[in-house]
């Protein structure tokens, strides 16, 4: 059995699409381009078909990630092709690896969000910024399934801050851009959180809502405050295992 794991976006007005809105579309996808999946067992035999912290409803995502189980082996660049073809626009596969490697979940560890809020002038946000990293703790409320929780937003914060305009949007118009860098704890911490911990320490309140979409999501190297790219891992062991069968191949050949 085939392993393949997969990286898929949420752009445009897709990104108000549900996890369960992107599997039904990503199910009917791997039916149009015949992949050859693994089925579970049971009386309601579903694809075999590993979802890894899938973003909110209403943010986009450059870095959502996926791995599907198959019964005969194909190339993942092909099959990526294939599958894109067959997504909505917006709704992208962008990346495929066979996997060779266990714990892609695991390598999941932050986030890199960025906010766009139009209407907050860029200075005022530079000002919230500042408190909110000179905060100790920072607690912020959430509804919950059990009623409204309290929790301190600013552990899982590891790196916050404001960026310059971008050249795609008017610069008579307030706009600030933040960057963020958010663990993934419990319990998780979101960019709403963080704009709420914003309001509480320095009162910034963007007069529509933030525009938000996550950059990457990998594993957090805490020496360089980075997030590193969790399918690397499966493309060097690829390299690893090609190399391993041109030597042998070569050391088979006759002198």
């Keep these: 059995m085939q392993r393949i794991r997969l990286r898929y976006t949420k ?12 599997q039904r579309a990503f199910e009917r996808a791997l039916r149009r381009a015949e992949v050859p ?3 579970s ?28 189980a198959l019964t ?16 909505p626009v917006g709704l992208d596969i ?25 209407g907050v002038a860029p200075e005022d946000a530079d000002r919230a910024v500042a408190a909110f990293n000179a905060a100790e703790s920072v607690e912020v409320q959430r509804m919950a399934k059990n009623g409204m929780r309290t929790f301190d937003a600013r552990p899982a914060v590891a790196h916050l801050e404001t960026i310059g ?11 600030a851009i933040l960057r963020l860098v958010v663990r993934h704890v419990t319990p998780a911490v979101r960019p709403d959180d963080v704009l709420s911990g914003l309001r509480a320490v320095a009162d ?5 809502a933030a525009a938000v979409t996550r950059l990457a999501q990998g594993l957090f190297d805490e020496e360089t405050g980075t997030v590193t790219d969790p399918l690397a891992p499966d493309r ?20």
């Design 11 to 22: 752009r445009g007005r897709l990104r108000f699409t549900s996890h369960r809105d992107f």
């Design 37 to 39: 999946m693994a089925y």
């Design 41 to 68: 067992a049971g009386f309601t035999p579903h694809p075999k078909v590993s979802y890894a912290n899938a973003a909110p409803t209403g943010t986009g995502s450059e870095a959502e990630y996926l791995e599907i």
């Design 72 to 87: 005969a082996e194909r190339d993942p660049d092909k099959l990526r092709e294939l599958l894109d073809e067959s997504m």
């Design 94 to 118: 962008i990346d495929a690896v066979e996997a060779r490697t266990s714990g892609l979940a695991d390598r999941l560890t932050a986030s890199v969000w960025e906010l766009r809020l139009d």
């Design 165 to 175: 305009p971008q050249a795609d949007r008017p610069t008579d118009q307030a706009c």
């Design 204 to 208: 910034l309140a963007p007069p529509v």
């Design 236 to 255: 060097e062991a690829a390299v690893t295992a090609n190399i391993t069968v041109a030597e042998a191949a070569a050391a088979k050949a006759p002198a």
